[in-house]
């Protein structure tokens, strides 16, 4: 992702280290330098400062009081915790769409999951990437719970460090794992 300053910088940052962390440009436990970050966007520290709040809400960094910065360790134990959660939030998903989806989800879904099968097929581990979790957007939109969608959303980031890491270390599983969707 390249970094191109707008009206909502720190959100722009987020987004951009964000991206980093997923897919493991920045390390865990790395140190994240204010000052020189916001040289190497051109940016002032005060917008580094707010998106690193964003990055810590979304579990990315820890902030330390007068150290700054550090991008999250990711253990077995918090990826075992996050997919506990993660199961039962999709299994509402896909209840809920099962009830509530109309004939341009289902057109919407079919279509995903035939990205999905050409990018395995391929072997194209980021689009099989970036169509799983197409895959789960339009899950989501047609499941019509608001509250069901922000909560995903808010477990996004750590879905995607883990899915990215996941696919990284088992590009040949792709073709298999189509059956799950």
Known sequence: ????????????????????????????????L???L??????SRGPIREALRILERKRLVKLIPRRGARITEVSAAYIEWLYDILNELYSLVARRA????????????RRSVKRIE????RGD??????AIFEYASIGQQAARNPLLDQMLKDLEPSTRRAQFASLSLRTEDLKQNVAFF
Do not use: W
């Open 1 to 32: 992702m390249a970094f191109k300053a707008s009206h909502n910088l720190d959100e722009q940052i987020a987004e951009y280290l964000s991206a980093q962390i997923i897919q493991g440009k920045l390390e865990p436990g790395e140190r994240i």
């Open 34 to 36: 204010e000052a020189r």
């Open 38 to 43: 916001a040289e190497e966007l051109g940016v």
């Open 98 to 109: 099962a009830e509530n989806r109309t004939q341009k989800d289902l057109a919407q879904i």
């Open 118 to 121: 050409d990018c395995a097929v």
């Open 125 to 130: 581990v980021p689009g099989y990437y970036d």
